[in-house]
């Protein structure tokens, strides 16, 4: 059974800074891209980052693009998100996934990934 477990939400300050943890169990974690989404209250929820299985190739959205890196230690099962320079709009729960498929290329869309986290908050204050 497929587990994915968040870690590292909170309150921060504008400008401030949190690192997001996602441990994963169940599968072979190093075969598998992974992604972070958010959603915020009100809104649908939107793709962050994604890096390939290999951790090659990573991708960002517009909004977190120069703020927010995605990383991955296949070793440790584990998925990260490094976030800076946070700015109120970016109060959403984030989740971690896991695609689908192994070694498929994924595009950010959420169909594209079979198992996800429970959330963790993140609250900028401004």
């Known amino acids: 059974q497929v587990q994915l477990v968040e870690s590292g939400g909170g309150l921060v300050q504008a400008g401030g800074s949190l690192r997001l943890s996602c441990a994963a169990s169940g599968r072979t974690f190093s075969l598998y891209a992974m992604g972070w989404f958010r959603q915020a209250p009100g809104k649908e929820r939107e793709s962050v980052a994604r890096?390939?299985?290999?951790?090659?190739?990573?991708y960002y959205a517009d909004s977190v693009k120069g703020r927010f890196t995605i990383s991955r230690d296949n070793a440790k099962n584990t998925v990260y998100l490094q976030m800076n320079s946070l700015k109120p709009e970016d109060t959403a729960v984030y989740y971690c996934?896991?695609?689908?498929?192994?070694?498929?290329?994924?595009?950010?869309?959420?169909?594209?990934?079979?198992?996800w986290g429970q959330g963790t908050q993140v609250t900028v204050s401004s």
């Open positions: 890096i390939s299985w290999s951790g090659g190739s990573t």
């Open positions: 996934a896991q695609a689908s498929a192994a070694r498929a290329v994924v595009y950010g869309r959420a169909s594209e990934y079979a198992y």
